[in-house]
């Protein structure tokens, strides 16, 4: 059984940091790309940072300078490291995980999130 458990949110005041960690069971983590989603509340899940099996990163332009993606592949571990947190980024974030041989954009697997409260 797959399962992708997220960890590390908490509440935080605008500015400072936080890690979220993200381990995945029941799949090898090197075969896919992974990546984080922010869902903030009343709004819809989407994309913050993702890296593919071979290590490339992508962010969104909203994060971009202050996130940084990470993965353990030895051990099954995704991380973004958040910095200067501002109250938007408020909200769950998922990590979410998909085959390298898909050719769907969709991921195949997701945890059931981790939230993060920043006030300002």
């Known amino acids: 059984q797959v399962q992708l458990v997220e960890s590390g949110g908490g509440s935080v005041q605008a500015g400072d940091s936080l890690r979220l960690s993200c381990r995945a069971h029941?799949?090898?983590?090197?075969?896919?790309?992974v990546a984080w989603f922010h869902q903030a509340p009343g709004k819809e899940r989407i994309f913050v940072s993702g890296?593919?099996?071979?290590?490339?990163?992508t962010y969104s332009d909203s994060v971009k300078g202050r996130f940084a993606i990470s993965r353990d592949n030895a051990r099954n571990w995704l991380y973004l490291q958040m910095s200067s947190l501002k109250p938007e980024d408020m909200g769950v974030y998922y990590c979410?995980?998909?085959?390298?041989?898909?050719?769907?954009?969709?991921?195949?697997?997701w945890g059931q999130g981790t939230q993060v409260t920043v006030s300002s």
């Open positions: 890296i593919m099996w071979n290590g490339t990163t």
């Open positions: 029941g799949i090898t983590m090197a075969r896919y790309s």
């Open positions: 979410a995980a998909k085959d390298v041989l898909s050719r769907s954009s969709d991921y195949d697997y």
